[in-house]
């Protein structure tokens, strides 16, 4: 089930670029569990959405940050850019980069 701000990006990205489809969920290290929570595969450009910065929660913890710091190195390995996105980033100047991004690989 995505979060609010999962939501909140998937909206804004949706009617800022139809023409460019994310998927949700995205499996993209083989025999892991990682999935980004969108993604264009044909680019290997992924975003993750990172929220409750200011509270103490999973991702904020030792042991959650060695996970997200893991799954953020597998990706690298494996030839993915990934977008840390933070809830004040879900706006259109990060979009316009993460597009720009994608059109530029699909080159």
Not at 50 to 71: A, F, M, P
Not at 79 to 99: N, R, S, Y
């Amino acid at each position: 089930m995505p979060s609010h701000l999962e939501a909140e990006f998937n909206n804004l990205w949706n009617l800022t670029y139809p023409d460019i489809p994310l998927e949700q969920e995205f499996k993209a290290i083989p025999k892991r569990r990682f999935r980004l929570d969108f993604a264009h595969p044909d680019t290997k450009i992924g975003i993750e959405i990172q929220g409750q910065l200011w509270h103490k929660g999973r991702h904020n913890s030792g042991t959650g940050l060695l996970s997200s710091y893991e799954k953020h190195n597998l990706h690298l390995a494996n030839g993915w850019l990934v977008f840390q996105l933070a809830d004040k980033m879900i706006a259109l100047d990060w979009l316009e980069i993460i597009a720009t991004a994608i059109k530029q690989r699909l080159k």
